[in-house]
């Protein structure tokens, strides 16, 4: 038998290692990238200063932060609440996503009345428009995590293949909530304060955790629920 000297690791183990500290070092990114960029919109935004500085202030709340949150804590590898059972982390994603919702609807509010004071139209440009869009969806997807959560008395036959759609299209909402952020920092209020380079930055830091998150769902979920079925 093959002898083997004594603090040597086997290539493949080192590789998987490394391998996990880089998944848990980029979700762990990811948190921080969604927290960040939502405090630096806040304070871009100056809420208090108008009506309209209240509408960026409750969106990142809703999209960049507590959506991204309620979907990053089911990571294995790099969740805050690692330590909860999957069923305590179905009711932080639950109570995450409604925080979105409010969020979202705030931010709607805010916006509608702040264009109507101003005597300004509505839904003139394309962030307007796939922003009602990922609201109308956001509130679907909320409807179809409730029939989840009662499956008997929502009286869903298929549990396995309901679940697979909500995390196929709640994967396709995050990345509509992410194309609503850029298309944000095309509006003039955005660019007449950030500008050159900084702004090519800022518009990398949303796609940051919809790369984690997109990787998260597509090789540690859909697979397994694919094979349920």
Same mark, same amino acid.
């Given at each position: ?30 948190? +921080?990238?969604?927290?960040? %960029?939502?405090?630096? +919109? ?9 009506? %309209?500085?209240?509408?960026?202030? %409750? ?23 690692? %330590? ?6 179905? *009711? ?13 609807? +705030? ?21 307007? *428009? ?33 679940? +697979? ?65």
């Amino acid at each position: 038998m093959p002898v083997l000297e004594v603090g040597l690791v086997p290539a493949s183990t080192r590789e998987s290692r490394l391998t996990c500290w880089l998944r848990r070092g980029s979700g762990i990114l990811a948190h +921080l990238v969604a927290l960040g %960029f939502t405090v630096f +919109l806040t304070v871009l935004s100056r809420p208090g200063t108008s009506l %309209f500085s209240w509408h960026p202030v %409750f969106m990142a709340l809703a999209f960049c932060f507590c959506m991204a949150e309620a979907i990053l804590l089911f990571s294995p590898e790099h969740s805050p609440f690692f %330590f909860c059972s999957r069923k305590a982390r179905i *009711w932080l994603h639950c109570v995450g996503q409604a925080l979105a919702i409010l969020c979202a609807a +705030l931010g709607l509010g805010f916006i509608i009345s702040s264009r109507t004071r101003s005597e300004l139209p509505h839904l003139v440009s394309w962030h307007s *428009w796939v922003g009602i869009l990922t609201l109308l969806a956001t509130g679907g997807q909320a409807l179809c995590g409730l029939r989840l959560l009662c499956p008997r008395a929502a009286r869903v036959s298929r549990v396995a293949r309901l679940k +697979l759609y909500h995390l196929t299209c709640g994967l396709v909402i995050y990345l509509m909530a992410t194309v609503t952020v850029l298309l944000s920092m095309y509006s003039v209020w955005f660019q007449a304060q950030i500008k050159g380079a900084a702004w090519y930055f800022c518009l990398a830091l949303p796609l940051y955790p919809a790369l984690v998150i997109m990787h998260q769902i597509s090789s540690s979920y859909l697979p397994r629920k694919k094979v349920e079925i």
